[in-house]
């Protein structure tokens, strides 16, 4: 599966954005889906996950409360709905797809990537 994500920016703090990422293909419903995220001279770290039906999400102790992960399976697409954006949530955000097990944290576990989408949030 081929991903693309979209959707960054540049958005004052508590503003808000929602990030897309498209798949190609006909399986993506057989896909846990996630989101990570790398900020300059960090690791890349998980922000949240969904399962292939949606109907379970994870999210990192960082966002939950603000960021909301989401799928339409009839567009292939899944999305990332931030809010009440802080000055450290600014890196580059990352949609991944994972064909086996259940929903992960690990980067290592998910076996294809888009490209990412920058977010800068500024103060």
């Known amino acids: 599966v081929q991903l693309q994500a979209s959707g960054g920016g540049l958005v004052q703090v508590g503003g808000s954005l929602r990030l897309s990422c498209a798949a190609s293909g006909r399986t993506f419903s057989s896909y846990v889906m996630g989101w990570f995220r790398q900020a300059p001279g960090k690791e890349r770290e998980f922000v949240a996950a969904?399962?292939?039906?949606?109907?379970?999400?994870y999210y990192a102790d960082s966002v939950k409360g603000r960021f909301t992960i989401s799928r339409d399976n009839a567009m292939n697409t899944t999305y990332l709905q931030m809010n009440s954006l802080k000055p450290e949530d600014t890196a580059v955000y990352y949609c991944a797809a994972r064909r086996l097990g259940a929903p992960a944290w690990r980067a290592r576990e998910y076996d294809f990537w888009g490209q990412g989408t920058q977010v800068t949030v500024s103060s």
């Open positions: 969904i399962s292939r039906s949606g109907g379970s999400t």
